[in-house]
Structure formats: structure tokens, C-alpha cells
């Protein structure tokens, strides 16, 4: 079935460094492709998507690019801030039949950038 | 615009009992869906509710079942509680042009003793 891992955490920066977490998938067809961030003590937020091919998702200096060739949706950012610190996922959504909607989580991974 | 919102926030029940947990969407979103977070692992989708049908289920069992009401709110009742049900109950909310963009709401963090 359809699955998504992603680095294990935790990951620990000082601020201002380059931030990269792996996130790679297994899906049939064209899924959708996401990353959340869950501040502590509360719900998930989208960070970005992308739907397609190529797409690149960016927000708040996070950025993902949707590489099919790799299959893989990896989240970076130049520079990390304190405020950063929070537990990212990266989730797929399938684009077919009764999965529609499902969004499918990696086990997340919890950032901590120390200034 | 009104975000999700789920109640309540905490709730401690013991093994065998029944417990309901609300949503209500985001204003505009006619789609909701529930996940459990068991502690230190990624959302896990339960069902999928549209136009007060379940449209979609994951792989959890028949004593976990829902509800959407016609103001597009929805309720999760979970009934013989097991130890293993404690977890964060996360509703999301989607517009159905958008069904796989969800919003989600808080949680409500369920103990089961």
C-alpha cells in the first residue's frame, strides 16, 4: 500500500543554519504531496503542497520539490529560526478511487533549533 | 473566518466505556475527516465524512464509528474503549473542491485507563 518515511528525528540546529528533512514515498499513480508542522500542544498546520510533477511547494522559507523520479518530497530551508522548533510531517494524499482524501503521515520529525 | 474546533479538549475514560468527540469545520468546508496520533507517531486516518455519509475508512475497526450533521459538524464515538485508544483525536476540515487540502483543528487528547 501506500506509505511515507521520512528521517528520523530528533534534528537539533543553531539557529540560522540550513535545514534538510528527507521524506520519501511509495504510492500508485500521481499522489499529492504535503508537509505539516505541529507546534507543541496543538493541531497540524500545511506547510505546502505540491500536486504534480516538478511542482515546488514554498511557505514561510521552507521549500519541497516533488521529484517523481526519486519519489521523494524533501523539506529545506536556508536558515532556521528558534521559532521553527516543531514536529514536521510529510504526508501524501492518492488521487484515485475510494483514497481520495486519505492522507496518508510519516512518523514526523522534531526539530529543535538551539540560538 | 472560524478555524476548526474540537471538543473537549481533555477527556479520561476507563477500558469498556463509550466516549463521543465533536468537530466543527472550518466556515465553507463540507468534508471532515478524523485521525488518531498515538504519542510520537504521524496521524492516522480513521474515516471521511461528505454530505452526512462516511466516504472512505481506514483500517481501524466497526466500534469506531461517526457522524456529520447537516451544519457540515461531526462526531466521533468510540465504544468499548481499549487501553490502546489513547491517543490525540485530530478532525480536519476540506472544501470539496479541494478535499485533500485539509484544516485541522486542535485535538482532543483521550486517556483510556
Known amino acids: 500500500g501506500d506509505s511515507v518515511t521520512q528521517m528520523e528525528g530528533p534534528v537539533t540546529l543553531s539557529e540560522e543554519a540550513f535545514l534538510t528533512i528527507n521524506c520519501t514515498y511509495t504510492?500508485?499513480?500521481?499522489?499529492?504531496l504535503f508537509w505539516y508542522v505541529q507546534y507543541p500542544g496543538e493541531g497540524l498546520q500545511l506547510l505546502l503542497k505540491a500536486t504534480k510533477a516538478d511542482d515546488k511547494g514554498s511557505n514561510k522559507g521552507f521549500e519541497a520539490t516533488y521529484r517523481k523520479e526519486t519519489t521523494s518530497f524533501h523539506l529545506e530551508k536556508g536558515s532556521v529560526q528558534v521559532s521553527d522548533s516543531a514536529v514536521y510531517f510529510c504526508a501524501l494524499s492518492a488521487n484515485y478511487g475510494g483514497s481520495q482524501g486519505n492522507l496518508i503521515f510519516g512518523k514526523g520529525t522534531k526539530l529543535s533549533v538551539k540560538p | 473566518e472560524t478555524g476548526v474546533t474540537q471538543s473537549p479538549t481533555h477527556l479520561i475514560k476507563t477500558r469498556g466505556q463509550q466516549v463521543t468527540l465533536r468537530c466543527s469545520s472550518q466556515s465553507g468546508h463540507n468534508t471532515v475527516s478524523w485521525y488518531q496520533q498515538a504519542l510520537g507517531q504521524g496521524p492516522q486516518f480513521i474515516f471521511q465524512?461528505?454530505?452526512?455519509?462516511?466516504?472512505g475508512r481506514g483500517n481501524f475497526p466497526p466500534r469506531f464509528s461517526g457522524l456529520q450533521f447537516p451544519n457540515y459538524s461531526s462526531e466521533l464515538n468510540v465504544n468499548a474503549l481499549e487501553l490502546d485508544d489513547s491517543a490525540l483525536y485530530l478532525c480536519?476540515?476540506?472544501?470539496?473542491?479541494?478535499?485533500?487540502?485539509?484544516?485541522f483543528g486542535p485535538g482532543t487528547r483521550l486517556t483510556v485507563l
Open positions: 504510492a500508485t499513480g500521481y499522489p499529492s
Open positions: 480536519a476540515s476540506s472544501p470539496r473542491s479541494s478535499y485533500n487540502e485539509q484544516f
Open positions: 465524512y461528505y454530505r452526512e455519509e462516511e466516504n
